[in-house]
């Protein structure tokens, strides 16, 4: 998990240093490139073996809802970075881990105790003040990164259901399947455009390798270790995220938006285990 951390935040970083290098090119392509090398990853072994046919599953409902939700994360993670810088959208994004406990009664018939809605409360209101209501720009890519967020969680608790009786191959199958689907979709709608120099394209590389191996070693996490033990970790993501935004990008949060990012982090690292 702390090599996915690394990876993702890289995969962050590398997606808006991409919005410097090439301003015109949409949040989409990033997207659209990270999931084909994801797919490319995962379906040469499958080619190589004959064993493609296996990657369909069981093709159970949850597991085209799991592409759907977490595809569209993805597009609206994408966009949020290029708002909002990687540190911020970070911290938002990882809101996710708290929007699974909170929906875990109403999908998975999880009980709740005292504490646990108390940290709740208490994470969400770090995302409060991360949001900033002066300033529409902020404003768009916070409210996309939330929601990002909350679809990730949908994801989550759609594996949840998937993967009894589903490989972890056959789960990322169905995101980058649907996920191709939708970006398919939205260029036909609104177009595309290509990079237009090599040092895009190698940013492009990089957000798709570290995005592609960032989820291989996060799923290998998850059945390795206890959850919560893991989910906790997954928290160094963002602090990576923002330490590269402030190092990089020199994108320094306010005191009330470092405030916020602090509950976000005790909150979401407490959760797994009051839970």
């Known amino acids: 998990m702390l090599v996915a951390c690394l990876l993702f935040s890289f995969m962050n970083a590398g997606a808006y240093a991409i919005g ?71 911290f938002l994004t990882a809101s996710s881990g708290v929007f699974v406990i909170l929906l875990g009664p109403l999908v998975l018939g999880q009980k709740n105790s005292v504490w646990v809605w108390l940290a709740i409360i208490g994470a969400f209101s770090g995302v409060c003040l991360l949001f900033d209501i002066h300033d529409s720009h902020n404003l768009l890519g916070q409210s996309m990164a939330l929601l990002a967020g909350l679809l990730s969680a949908l994801a989550y608790l759609m594996v949840a259901r998937a993967g009894r009786s589903n490989s972890p191959q056959t789960v990322i199958f169905y995101f980058c399947l649907v996920g191709l689907i939708l970006h398919a979709l939205y260029f036909a709608n609104f177009g595309y455009r290509l990079p237009g120099s090599l040092e895009s394209w190698g940013l492009l590389g990089l957000v798709g390798v570290c995005g592609s191996g960032a989820q291989h070693y996060m799923t290998r996490a998850y059945q390795s270790a206890p959850a919560a033990l893991v989910s906790s970790v997954g928290y160094l993501a963002p602090v990576l995220s923002l330490t590269w935004s402030i190092v990089l990008f020199e994108q320094v949060p306010g005191q009330t938006a470092l405030l916020g990012a602090a509950l976000i982090l005790l909150f979401g690292v407490l959760l797994p285990f009051l839970r």
């Not at 072994?45 to 939700?69: E, N, Q």
């Open 20 to 90: 410097l290098v090439d301003p015109g090119l949409p949040s989409t392509v990033v997207s659209f490139i990270r999931l084909c090398s994801n797919l490319l990853i995962l379906m040469i072994p499958a080619l190589i073996s004959r064993k493609a046919i296996r990657l369909f599953g069981d093709v159970r409902p949850s597991l085209w809802l799991r592409g759907l939700f977490g595809s569209t994360a993805l597009m609206l993670s994408f966009a949020a970075i290029a708002l909002i810088g990687p540190g911020e959208s970070a």
